[in-house]
């Protein structure tokens, strides 16, 4: 069993930043690429940052120059940073992982998710 928890979700303003956590937890062997997604109300769930076991990062257009991901190895755990947050962002924001465990194999694990609000 895998359980993937996020923090640091909450409200803020227009032109502010938020920093969020995911940590990966239980039988772990591995870790592949652990990725953020977000869905806002009525609309799809979408990527929007991704990062792969040996540093390399992707991002949707829409957060390009204001999010950043980034990833500590050793303890199983992705941060996005985001800064100068439009109205735009508000969602939940979920954590996704590739986890290999034994036995098991590799698995694809979802987090709860978290609130992030961006008002005035």
């Known amino acids: 069993q895998v359980q993937l928890v996020e923090s640091g979700g909450g409200l803020v303003r227009p032109g502010g930043s938020l920093r969020l956590s995911c940590a990966a937890s239980?039988?772990?062997?591995?870790?592949?690429?652990m990725d953020w997604y977000r869905q806002a109300p009525g609309k799809q769930r979408d990527m929007v940052a991704a990062?792969?076991?040996?540093?390399?990062?992707s991002y949707a257009d829409s957060v390009k120059g204001r999010f950043t991901i980034s990833r500590d190895n050793a303890k199983n755990t992705v941060y996005l940073q985001m800064n100068s947050l439009k109205p735009e962002d508000t969602a939940v924001y979920y954590c996704?992982?590739?986890?290999?465990?034994?036995?098991?194999?590799?698995?694809?694990?979802w987090g709860q998710g978290t609130q992030v609000t961006v008002s005035s």
């Open positions: 996704n992982a590739g986890v290999l465990t034994i036995p098991g194999g590799w698995n694809n694990y």
């Open positions: 239980g039988s772990i062997f591995k870790i592949n690429a």
């Open positions: 990062s792969a076991v040996g540093g390399d990062t």
